[in-house]
C-alpha cells in the first residue's frame, strides 16, 4: 500500500511534469502563431477584430440641444422631463435653432 508522503511526491512530481509540458506546448503555439503571422502579413486588428482601449457603446447616444436657457447658458435636448426653467414657457422663445 502506498503512503501519504508517497503520494504527495508523485503528485508534486506530476505537478511538475504538467508545468513544463504545458509551458513547452505554449511556446509552441506561439511559435507557429508568428509564422501564420508573419507568412500571411496580418495586423493585430486582423486577428483580434478591433484596435486596443476601443470603448463599447452604452447604446446611448448624445443628443444636439434643441433649448437654451439665455440666462444660465443652461441647454436641454428636448428629450426628458422638462429643466424648470423652460417648463410650462413658450419653448420657441428658447430654441437654439
Keep these: 500500500m502506498t503512503t501519504l508522503a ?3 511526491k508523485q ?3 506530476l505537478e511538475a511534469q504538467i508545468a513544463n509540458t504545458r509551458q513547452s506546448e505554449l511556446t ?3 511559435t507557429k502563431v508568428k509564422a501564420l503571422v508573419a507568412e500571411h502579413g496580418l ?8 484596435s486596443k482601449g476601443t470603448k463599447k457603446s452604452s ?3 448624445k443628443v444636439a440641444a434643441k433649448y437654451r436657457d439665455p ?3 443652461q441647454t436641454w435636448s428636448g428629450r426628458g422631463k422638462a429643466p424648470k426653467w423652460i417648463d410650462g414657457q413658450d419653448r420657441a422663445n428658447f430654441s437654439v435653432n
Design 71 to 73: 440666462s444660465s447658458g
Design 11 to 13: 503528485k508534486e512530481a
Design 43 to 50: 495586423t493585430q486588428k486582423d486577428v483580434f477584430g478591433g
Design 28 to 30: 509552441d503555439a506561439i
Design 6 to 8: 508517497e503520494l504527495i
Design 59 to 61: 447604446g446611448r447616444s
